[in-house]
Structure formats: C-alpha cells, structure tokens
C-alpha cells in the first residue's frame, strides 16, 4: 500500500506474512511527522536522511541521521524529522508477542531464560552505523512478498534489548499496558 500527501512524502506499508502483527513502512520525502500517539507495539525508527526530533515518556531525545529510535510499547509520543532534502524513514512496528522467547525458535539445547524486567518508561536512541545497516538490510528482507522467515529478525530484536541494558527481555501481551504519563 502506497500513500502520497500533497507531494510532502510518500508512506508505503508491508505486513509480512510469515510475522503475523509485524508492519513495516517506509516514508519517502524532505520531511515526517507525527501528532502525540500511542500503539501497543515496539516502534523501531531510522530515518536515513534526516535528523529525528522525539517526544516520548515526557521526555525529548534527537536522534541524528542513521541513528535508530526505539519506543517501548505503550509510550505516549511523536517523531518529526526535517533536512530540507530528500529522506528516507523505515519503521517497524512489533507485536510485543514477538518480544517473548517462546515467539521465537529456540536454538538446539537453548533454554528459555527467566523472566526480566520489561523494557518499560521513555525511549532510546542507538547511533550506531552497524545497527542502522543490519536494521535497513532486514527491512528490505522482509518486504519480499509471500512466506519469507527471516533469522536476522530474532537476532536484531535480540541486539537491540540487550544493547538498551534490559539483558534478555521477555515481555508478554499483558505487559503492553503501561502508559506513561503525558
């Protein structure tokens, strides 16, 4: 699906079969924004072209070109980016389904680990060029039509919750309601 707003940026939107609740979108032009908004899904932002202004939890983070947002579920917030040229914003939307280990394969002789503190209140920033090209290489790999698995999934949410200090999280739906204060 493919959306154009009077020639300000051109948003297309991918739910992968094989993902069932995961969307992913793209938002193509010289600027994004977004009003104050909630979902009950982990939001993963990168936009390639422009610096992200973030209001999420009450608190205000700006995320430089590349760098990738994360926004907990449940969290009151808004993005906006500007650069007075083209960009290119990829986002990710996961159920927090998919944030349990039982979402995922267990490796042979893996074991589930126990049950840690959600990744829970404000948002996070990660400006990291290796994160920002495995998040995009893996954007693209999921938009291809029809059933694709795709193992670099389970290891970039894995990457991205311990790297933001939470170890291995597992979250169950239930979890997806805290809302922060706005």
Request: charged residues 20%.
């Amino acid at each position: 699906m493919a959306m154009e707003w009077d020639g300000y940026a051109t948003a297309q939107v991918w739910r992968p079969e094989s993902y069932p609740g995961l969307v992913l979108y793209r938002v193509s032009g010289r600027a994004s924004s977004q009003a104050l908004h909630v979902h009950d899904e982990l939001q993963l932002t990168l936009d390639a072209g422009h610096l992200q202004e973030v209001s999420c939890g009450g608190s205000r983070l700006t995320a430089p070109p590349g760098s990738l947002v994360v926004i907990p579920p449940g969290e009151v917030h808004a993005l906006r980016a500007e650069g007075g040229r083209p960009g290119v914003l990829y986002g990710m939307l996961v159920p927090t389904v998919f944030l349990t280990l039982g979402a995922r394969p267990l490796a042979d002789g893996e074991e589930a680990a126990a049950r840690e503190e959600p990744l829970l209140g404000g948002g996070a920033v990660l400006d990291d060029p290796e994160v920002a090209r495995d998040f995009v290489a893996l954007h693209r790999a999921l938009r291809v039509p029809g059933p694709v698995v795709e193992p670099r999934f389970w290891a970039l949410l894995s990457s991205l919750l311990s790297r933001l200090g939470v170890g291995r999280v597992v979250l169950r739906p239930e979890d997806a309601a805290h809302q922060a204060t706005p």
